[in-house]
């Protein structure tokens, strides 16, 4: 773990948790169509804060057969830096791996930069798995100005 990076659990997201990542989500101007429908593939990231458990990050991913979406990948502002969003990339892609998926894509308007270094790369829509087409986030979440990437695992 890098230096200063916070002590978290990363674990199963349950409905418990859902305001929060919501709250996260929603100050970082990420969308939230659908999250609450994700919550068997959302993980959260849990420290202890003043002795009780807090949500400090969040990341999920949409199944469509053996392609999946990655979505709402978010770590509190002040925890930003500090290593958490890859170590939370880093499960959600384990998670994906170990339900046979065989292509994670994702859209972003703001961190295209960021996920080349999990190998991520950039692709057009119309080359993304066509079922990906229906979900919230190509149909309403994203705007067609979005990056949109792909990684094979």
Do not use: K
């Not at 970082?28 to 420290?47: F, I, K, M, Y």
């Amino acid at each position: 773990m890098p230096t200063g990076a916070p002590e978290v659990t990363i674990r199963a997201a349950t409905s418990a948790d859902t305001a929060a990542v919501l709250a996260l989500l929603s100050a970082s101007a990420l969308p939230l169509d659908g999250v609450p429908d994700v919550l068997t593939d959302l993980l959260v990231a849990e420290r202890l804060s003043s002795g009780a458990p807090e949500i400090v990050g969040a990341v999920a991913f949409e199944r469509y057969g053996d392609a999946a979406l990655l979505r709402s990948t978010v770590v509190a502002p002040r925890l930003r830096g500090a290593g958490l969003g890859e170590r939370l990339v880093h499960a959600a892609l384990d998670l994906a791996r170990a339900h046979a998926v065989r292509d994670v894509v994702l859209l972003t308007t703001t961190a295209a930069e960021w996920f080349p270094r999990f190998g991520f790369t950039r692709i057009t829509r119309d080359e993304a798995p066509l079922a990906l087409h229906a979900s919230n986030e190509f149909q309403y979440a994203c705007p067609a100005s979005a990056t949109v990437m792909r990684l094979r695992v």
